[in-house]
Nanobody
Framework: QVQLVESGGGLVQPGGSLRLSCAAS????????INWFHQAPGKERAGISC???????????????VKGRFTISRDSDSRDSGGYTVYLQMDSLKPEDTGVYFC??????????????????WGKGALVTVSS
């Protein structure tokens, strides 16, 4: 089972930056791609970015709403568990970026990620507020 824990949320002014972290661990993690979702107040959760598995090349995808402003990346974890941390660097933030950000994992036989599809594991979310 894969475990996901988000951190790094907070309050930021429009135009500012924030980096979210998703600590991923667990059995079978190497077969899962990692996605970031955004849920704005009163709206449905939407996929905004994802990164493929390390063995699959680790390619990333972005929704049009964040392309050029957000960057997803992954660091290797030195722990024996083989876990790692996925980051979402958010720049040029706008008030409409306010909401809860979730990381999620989806098993992928190809190793390629997609912004669509059913996720198998979810974190609890991190709140980001963009306001002056």
């Amino acid at each position: 089972q894969v475990q996901l824990v988000e951190s790094g949320g907070g309050l930021v002014q429009p135009g500012g930056s924030l980096r979210l972290s998703c600590a991923a661990s667990g059995f079978g993690l190497q077969y899962h791609t990692i996605n970031w979702f955004h849920q704005a107040p009163g709206k449905e959760r939407a996929g905004i970015s994802c990164i493929g598995t390390p063995l699959g090349g680790g390619r990333s995808n972005y929704a049009d709403s964040v392309k050029g402003r957000f960057t997803i990346s992954r660091d290797s974890d030195s722990r024996d568990s083989g876990g790692y941390t996925v980051y979402l660097q958010m720049d040029s933030l706008k008030p409409e970026d306010t909401g809860v950000y979730f990381c999620a994992a989806m098993r992928s036989t190809s190793g390629r990620c997609s912004l669509q599809g059913a996720m198998h594991y979810w974190g609890k979310g991190a709140l980001v507020t963009v306001s002056s």
